[in-house]
């Protein structure tokens, strides 16, 4: 490994800094769609889940590396000029809504229907029962497959290098290409991706463990 500089690190790391700091915007940005779009789906009225359902099944038919280049050469053609960084956390946050929109919406319906039926009883107002009764449920019932999820996140965020952000795949291309070393410089890469990964994978699977535990 003599042909890799401290500064061949130093950018592979700096690379790694941003592939998490997209993940969280993502993550982020995902999250607050997915959750309108799970709320849209399972209690809008109906012209709002057809929307919706339409939205989801849009983005999840549409691959990240159209909806990237769309983010980032479709929008200034409408006067919307995007950084790198902007055009790729707006179009992962589109693709995660889609997908954490699903997933929550599952969840959300997978609450007893008799524990909203009895706060209705209680005569609370749909808010009241949504965050007193039916989101507390719903949120354990969530956070496995999210964590499992982010695991997703973080893979795709190398795709962004298609609209030149430089992240840690795309670090890895640039020193590959004035090294000329590329099994020892992805080994390295996917080395960090798996120490990104493997304990949120872990974790998903604990938490899976322990909710299926706490209601056996």
């Not at 795949?169 to 000329?180: D, E, H, K, P, V």
Request: charged share 10%; aromatic share 12%; glycine share 8%.
């Amino acid at each position: 490994m003599g042909f890799l500089t401290s500064a061949h690190l130093l950018f592979l790391l700096d690379g790694l800094y941003w592939t998490v700091g997209l993940s969280l915007l993502a993550f982020a940005g995902g999250g607050l769609l997915g959750f309108a779009v799970a709320l849209g789906v399972t209690y809008g009225p109906r012209w709002s889940r057809f929307a919706v359902a339409c939205y989801v099944k849009l983005i999840q038919g549409t691959p990240l590396l159209v909806l990237l280049p769309l983010a980032y050469f479709g929008l200034p053609t409408l006067g919307l000029d995007m950084p790198p960084l902007g055009a790729a956390a707006l179009a992962l946050s589109i693709y995660v809504s889609a997908y954490l929109g699903e997933i929550w919406r599952g969840c959300l319906q997978a609450v007893p229907r008799p524990q909203a039926e009895a706060a209705e009883c209680l005569a609370l107002r749909w808010r009241q029962r949504l965050l007193h009764v039916i989101l507390p449920q719903a949120i354990k019932i969530a956070t496995p497959p999210t964590v499992g999820f982010m695991v997703q996140i973080v893979k795709n965020t190398s795709l962004a290098s298609a609209i030149g952000f430089v992240e840690l795949a795309r670090a890895g291309q640039i020193i590959n290409n004035s090294t000329f070393e590329p099994f020892v410089i992805f080994l390295i890469v996917a080395a960090m991706y798996f120490a990104l990964c493997y304990p949120l994978s872990v974790l998903s699977r604990r938490l899976e463990r322990k909710f299926h535990a706490a209601h056996c």
